[in-house]
């Protein structure tokens, strides 16, 4: 059961009973002597808020890797179960240093930053496994996704970057991790950083591409993956269409699935679904950390000390983190997780410029729009948000509740719509372009009247060349006909009849917004 609040009084503890660890303030014990502790608990309430402050400042972090998908989401929701478990959970995590030796690093800006890699190691994997999730290929011992992870200075958001595996790169000279041989600077895709010179050698070159420090590193195999995936009971994801991959035997139908630990994997490996390809394949990533983390969240795991043991027993012994990461940080981080919400987080990819750059003996690699993606950087590093709206963390007040929007194919701000009132009911175009408009839609503003006879049934006209458009539309109406109109060009028409009730919310997978084409994680998960 979760740990009840505390009394504002301290209470008698036997002799050799620990005190509960706090955010900030270290478990007495091992650590620190009792008299220490007891002298703790005596400081001035003036003496303690500058401390906290100050930690504050330093950039301690309260909550920040939480978000870091599969494990970071769990691992960092110990605040409430106690200091014994959350050590033994720290000798459980492998370790690797990626920041030795580092020299000419970028300046820290503000907030903190942690690099995360998911590597594509099945040493652990099963053959019945390999066979059904379509594993059965040796690993190339690389990236096979590549996230940095911004938390901003008041903890209150969470920006999370995708790095396409396939950017063009050119990486600072090295001795390769594997063969021991000396490398001068070389063009390579983004991904074969980790395979010549593991962490160490993509932490240099995802900071010299990017000029954000990194902070911390977060390390996740396949194995961890589907495993933590599993240990919360699956994930549930919602598609407008049926997702097929013949590489990584995807087959969904549209709508919503709850997907287990291989499933999910699936679901995130999928390159070959439509020709978006890798891009496409970001976005269903960022989908699901959402839904993963709207599922930590709201299970009750990261509160109940039996569930999250053995949720973390089962997956830890797949990760790698970087020394920083340890007991005190998962203490603190975890303490202020349990008012996390998707909507705390907001997702977008590097801005790429074209669709391919051929490089002589790499082939097909992505190269960054140059003006967009150096700004995008320079948000993280000023510590501004992302999306139009900075997600908070829902700790103040709700507005009223939202009735659910359903998925849609294309999204609602791509559809430009005119509308017209086919009755004779004054003010009815207004209502209606206000609420569609009021779902996302890009309405003229300036309802029409309809010259000829009165429409009983409301339609959508539309060029059958933008068929998927119109179905969108055609699900914010519910009851309405769909009318094809050759020619008509990428203005969609509203008929409004005498049957108009209402406009249904609706929302898509790609709905991406403002300028650096972010959503926030509430954006995502299924309604």
């Known amino acids: 059961m979760p740990t009840p609040p505390r009394s504002p009084r301290p209470r008698p503890r036997p002799a050799g009973r ?76 492998g370790r690797v240093d990626p920041f030795k030796d580092m020299k000419n690093r970028p300046d820290g800006g503000h907030g903190m930053n942690i690099l995360l890699v998911g590597t594509d190691g099945r040493d652990k994997i099963t053959k019945e496994e390999r066979q059904k999730y379509r594993l059965g290929g040796a690993p190339c011992r690389c990236t096979d996704t590549i996230m940095l992870v911004h938390v901003s200075e008041d903890r209150e958001r969470a920006s999370i970057v995708s790095l396409p595996r396939d950017s063009y790169a050119e990486l600072p000279a090295h001795t390769d991790a594997t063969s021991g041989d000396k490398h001068g600077p070389h063009p390579v895709k983004l991904n074969a950083a980790y395979s010549e010179g593991g962490p160490h050698l993509t932490v240099r070159t995802v900071e010299s591409m990017t000029g954000v420090k990194i902070n911390h590193y977060l390390e996740v195999d396949f194995t961890s993956f589907m495993k933590t995936v599993d240990s919360l009971g699956g994930v549930e994801i919602c598609t407008a269409k049926p997702l097929k991959d013949s590489h990584t035997g995807l087959d969904l139908d549209a709508g919503t699935h709850k997907l287990d630990g291989g499933q999910a994997l699936q679901y995130v490996r999928s ?16 989908r699901f950390m959402a839904a993963l983390i709207n599922q930590a969240t709201s299970s009750g795991v990261l509160l109940n000390p039996v569930k999250f043991r053995g949720v973390t027993s089962t997956m830890l012994d797949s990760v790698r983190a970087d020394k920083g990461f340890g007991t005190e940080e998962m203490l603190a981080l975890g303490k202020a997780m349990r008012d996390f919400t998707p909507a705390s987080s907001e997702f977008t ?179």
């Open 271 to 286: 390159r070959y679904l439509d020709g978006s390809s890798d891009l496409g394949r970001m976005q269903r990533q960022q």
């Open 349 to 527: 990819s590097v801005p790429v410029a074209g669709r391919g750059f051929p490089v002589k003996g790499i082939g097909s690699t992505l190269k960054w729009d140059p003006v967009k993606s150096r700004k995008l950087f320079r948000a993280l590093r000023e510590d501004k948000p992302l999306t139009p709206s900075a997600p908070g963390g829902g700790r103040g007040p709700q507005g009223p509740k939202q009735p659910p929007a359903s998925a849609v194919e294309v999204s609602p701000q791509q559809i430009r719509v005119q509308v017209y009132n086919a009755t004779r009911q004054d003010g009815l175009g207004q209502r209606v372009d206000g609420a569609l408009r009021g779902t996302g839609f890009n309405t003229t503003r300036a309802p029409l009247n309809h010259t000829g006879p009165e429409v009983s049934r409301t339609q959508v006209l539309f060029d059958p060349r933008w068929d998927r458009s119109a179905k969108s539309l055609a699900t914010a109406l519910p009851g309405c006909e769909l009318r094809p109109v050759p020619r008509q060009g990428a203005t969609l028409k509203v008929m409004a009849g005498t049957d108009y009730k209402t406009v249904r919310p609706v929302r898509a997978e790609d709905v991406h917004q403002g300028e650096f084409g972010a959503v926030t994680g509430d954006q995502v998960v299924c309604p």
């Open 18 to 93: 620990a005190r509960p660890a706090q955010p900030g303030v270290r478990a007495a014990g091992n650590e620190r002597s009792a008299q220490p502790a007891r002298k703790a608990r005596k400081a001035p309430a003036a003496r303690t808020a500058r401390t906290a402050r100050a930690r504050r400042r330093n950039g301690r972090p309260r909550w920040g890797m939480r978000v870091a998908t599969t494990l970071s989401v769990l691992v960092l929701g110990a605040g409430g179960i106690g200091h014994a478990i959350v050590t033994s959970l720290d000798t459980g995590i």
